[in-house]
């Protein structure tokens, strides 16, 4: 497909699991950013990829959270050990540059939405 | 950055135009006005982005004035599909983190 893809759309797993989240990006695009959206919490970003590298990881709140991309394309956000303040709609973007022709768009899969138990 | 204010909802029916409004008193010279839009269970689409005075896409228009203290979005003749929340950022060209607040909800009634 032409857009960005997240696998699983839904997730329930029990505290203290780990999980993992798959993100696709647009094909070509080099910067990957993951966020997460809570009810009434707005959008909280987590990290920024430009290629396989991560020179921003400062929103990730704690070290059970840890991403990686391979290949200049998928993504994957894992989270070890899940507390139920994880819950959250886990959301992919990505972009062609960090300024592309519009400034500031990113443009973003359906999201994960993560539910612990 | 600046802060955005925006209504929390609006309420309108199909064929109507729908402006929503965004103060952010505190934008500085290099700042840009940008507009998301997301549907319920999807992320968030770009919809449209502006300095000054008027921008037009095949999706909405976007008010600037002179002062750049607030800005429009305008909506032409909404159908029920554009029932979703519309979130008035404030970012700079080298942004690459979006932040959201609660933006507005818009619902669309037939």
């Known amino acids: 497909g032409a857009g960005v893809s997240q696998s699983p759309s839904n997730k329930v797993t029990e505290k203290g699991k780990d999980v993992e989240l798959r993100c696709d990006p647009i094909s070509g695009h080099t910067a990957l950013y993951w966020y997460r959206q809570s009810l009434g919490q707005g959008l909280e970003f987590l990290i920024y990829f430009q290629g396989n590298s991560a020179p921003d990881k400062s929103g990730l709140p704690s070290d059970r959270f840890s991403a990686e991309r391979t290949g200049g394309s998928v993504s994957t956000l894992t989270i070890q050990r899940t507390q139920q303040e994880d819950s959250a709609v886990y959301l992919c973007?990505?972009?062609?540059?960090?300024?592309?022709?519009?400034?500031?768009?990113?443009?973003f899969g359906p999201g994960t939405r993560l539910t612990v138990l | 950055l600046a802060k955005t204010t925006q209504p929390i909802s609006m309420d309108s029916y199909e064929g109507q135009e729908v402006n929503i409004t965004c103060s952010h008193n505190?934008?500085?010279?290099?700042?840009?006005i940008t507009w998301y839009q997301q549907f319920p269970s999807q992320g968030p689409r770009f919809i449209i982005q502006g300095y000054k005075t008027k921008v037009t896409n095949e999706v909405a228009s976007l008010f600037i004035p002179a002062d750049r203290k607030s800005s429009t979005l305008s909506l032409p003749r909404v159908s029920l599909s554009d029932t979703a929340v519309y979130y008035c950022l404030v970012t700079r060209s080298n942004d690459y983190k979006l932040s959201f607040g609660a933006g507005t909800t818009v619902t669309v009634r037939a």
């Open positions: 973007a990505s972009s062609s540059t960090m300024d592309g022709g519009n400034y500031n768009e990113q443009f």
């Open positions: 505190n934008i500085a010279t290099n700042d840009y």
